[in-house]
Each structure stands twice: as C-alpha cells, then as structure tokens.
C-alpha cells in the first residue's frame, strides 16, 4: 500500500509527517506535472489513494487518470463545485469526470455562498461579482442561496465581493466606501482602507489547505478502501464533506 500527493512542498510536508508515522509509504510528486503524476499514480499497483492536487482544475484534470483506476482521490484545497457537482451554478464549464472517487475536503463554492447569505440575512447585499468566470459563478450560487439583495449602492448595507485581486471588480467595491464588504476568497493582497470587509474562507486557520492535507493523509491511512473513507469524512453521496466549516475573518492587507 502507498499513498501518492500531487502538491506544493508545505503540504507535501505535511502529508509526509501523517504517512511516516503510520509506516506508509509515500510517493511524493510535488505539483510541477499534475496530469503525469496522476497517471504514475494509476499505473501504481499499490496505489491506495491520491492526495491533491492543490487547484480545482488541476483536480478536475487528474481524475481523467485516476477515476478510471477506481483510485480514491482526496483534495485537500479545491472549491470549485465542478469538481464534485454538475447540478450547480459553475459546474457546466466541463465538470471533473471523477467517477464518484473524490472526495473534497472543504466546503464548495455553493456552501460559502449559502452560509454568507446566512449570515446577512437581515441586511441588505450589493453583489460586485468579477465578469469571469469565478465572479460569474458566484453571482448564481448567491442567488440560488437566496441572498437578499440592494437594488443600488444607496440601498444597500453591505456589499458582497465576489472577485480576484487586480480586477476592476476591487475598484468597483473600494469605490463605495465606507460601505462594508464581505468577500469570497480571491481578494487577498488588495488593501481597503477606508471600508471593513471580512473574508468567507473555507480553510482552517493556518497556511492554507495544510490542515486538510493532513486530515486527508490520516483519512488515508484510516481507512480500507473508498467507502470506508467516505465514512471517514464524513463526505457525502457526491464526495463533499458533511457540514463543512466556513469561517469569517476580518481582513487585514
């Protein structure tokens, strides 16, 4: 039995202390090569279980490799919901054929959506959602999720930024301060000084992905097969993870 990781050097680190302790073999393939090193990891006679990669395309593309392989693949770090989901806004833009063998160890897209519609439930939204495709998908997971919206900035208590560092979609927020703002992961590195905006992260505290890598190895070693892994999770009938954590942090360039 060996476990293969498909990922960049602090979680491989991570991955390696859980596998060492158990006496597991580990074939480490760092995250040059995604597509390759999902497909030594299916040629593997002894691959018990993949461990990344670390980007949801990349996840999307390596299970081209090891679904078929029936080989379980856990990510530690992807939240795009295609790579579980194609019932969902943002999954038609080809969705991860997996087969039923991944298991994703943070909360979707969706879910942050859900849960930030949750949280402003009694406040009024004005959605900046970038014009790509992340913005795009996170505009209709908002609005499946119900999110009361502003009809204009005037009418609003509170924005929701749905977008990526370097975008206009930045200026279009930071444009309407002092007007709070609760952001989607993505906008980190810009600076917002005249507003408070808090980010919805679907990761532990820490560097980001390194505590579910490290779940996802114990998984690993824990379990027979991919069953008892799903168990394990608990994951669900699609391979998201049952009640996931989405924290909200107040964020500080």
Do not use: C, K
């Not at 395309?57 to 194609?86: F, I, N, S």
């Not at 939204?125 to 795009?136: C, F, P």
């Amino acid at each position: 039995m060996a476990v293969h990781s498909i990922l960049p050097a602090e979680l491989t680190d991570a991955v390696d202390a859980v596998l060492r302790a158990a006496g597991v073999p580990h074939v480490a393939h760092g995250d040059d090569d995604p597509v390759r090193a999902a497909q030594a990891a299916a040629s593997d006679p002894d691959a018990h279980a993949v461990i990344g990669p670390f980007r949801s395309r990349a996840v999307a593309e390596a299970v081209e490799m090891t679904a078929p392989a029936g080989l379980p693949l856990l990510a530690p770090a992807a939240t795009w919901v295609g790579v579980t989901r194609d019932d969902e806004p943002g999954a038609d833009d080809d969705p991860a054929d997996h087969r039923g063998t991944v298991l994703r160890m943070v909360a979707r897209d969706t879910v942050v959506a859900h849960r930030i519609a949750e949280r402003l439930a009694e406040r009024r939204a004005l959605v900046i959602a970038g014009d790509h495709d992340y913005g795009r998908q996170l505009d209709g997971q908002l609005r499946m999720a119900g999110l009361r919206r502003a009809s204009g900035p005037n009418d609003a208590d509170v924005i929701v930024l749905a977008g990526l560092a370097g975008e206009p979609e930045i200026d279009a927020a930071r444009a309407l301060a002092p007007l709070p703002i609760v952001a989607f992961d993505g906008i980190q590195g810009e600076a917002f000084g005249g507003q408070e905006v808090t980010l919805a992260l679907a990761y532990a505290p820490g560097p980001t992905g390194v505590a579910e890598a490290r779940r996802a190895a114990e998984i690993a070693v824990q379990a027979r097969d991919l069953e008892e892994m799903r168990a394990l999770g608990p994951f669900d009938e699609h391979g998201d993870p049952v009640d996931p954590v989405v924290r909200f942090e107040r964020y500080d360039a």
